[in-house]
Nanobody
Framework: QVQLVESGGGLVQAGGSLRLSCSASGIIFSINVMGWYRQAPGKQRELVATITSDGRTNYADSVKGRFTISRDNAKNMVSVQMNSLKPEDTAVYYC??????????????WGQGTQVTVSS
């Protein structure tokens, strides 16, 4: 089994910044893609950003230019720096990882989520 633990959520005023981090632990051969999704109340979970093991990134249009995703392959960690936050960024943010391990490949794991609240 693989566990993902997020940290860094909280309350911030509009225009402010937060940094979310996520650490993966367990029996891991490799992590292919890591990323962040978010879910606001009454809405479906949506992509925020992803990053491959070789550093290729993908962002939702709504966060391009404001959020930056990064990862540390040696530590199995992924982070997202969120700047110029808006009230519409308020959501529970979930870390995800696509993992190769004993007996399987490309299994998706999710963290428990961390709340980000942006006040106007």
């Amino acid at each position: 089994q693989v566990q993902l633990v997020e940290s860094g959520g909280g309350l911030v005023q509009a225009g402010g910044s937060l940094r979310l981090s996520c650490s993966a632990s367990g029996i891991i051969f490799s992590i292919n893609v890591m990323g962040w999704y978010r879910q606001a109340p009454g809405k479906q979970r949506e992509l925020v950003a992803t990053i491959t093991s070789d550093g290729r990134t993908n962002y939702a249009d709504s966060v391009k230019g404001r959020f930056t995703i990064s990862r540390d392959n040696a530590k199995n960690m992924v982070s997202v720096q969120m700047n110029s936050l808006k009230p519409e960024d308020t959501a529970v943010y979930y870390c995800t990882a696509n993992v190769d391990s004993i007996g399987y490949r490309n299994r998706n794991y999710w963290g428990q989520g961390t709340q980000v609240t942006v006040s106007s």
